[in-house]
């Protein structure tokens, strides 16, 4: 089932998925740590990796750095990551 609103498709692409799925890779919305996207990976990771270096949110088209973009959607997908996972304590 496609969300609606006003008439935009609301859910995420398998693109999306796959982005944010690489976005995850970064212990840290810091700048200190980086990944490298080896050759051997998922075409769709390889793929997803070139998408975000081209948006301006890494530095390196396999991996890289964050930049201050990446840096804040990655604290962005860590953060709705854990607030779906959190466990409500009674």
Known sequence: MLLETSG???SYTPENRAE???LML???ATN?????IHKTADPSVIAA???LFE???ITQIDGGY???LGSTAAEHAHLLFDM???RIEQ
Do not use: P
């Open 66 to 68: 964050l930049t201050q």
């Open 84 to 86: 779906l996972n959190a």
């Open 32 to 36: 200190l740590d980086g990944i490298k």
């Open 55 to 57: 948006g301006g949110f």
């Open 20 to 22: 944010l799925e690489v």
């Open 49 to 51: 990796a070139e998408r």
């Open 8 to 10: 935009i498709d609301m």
């Open 26 to 28: 970064y212990k840290s």
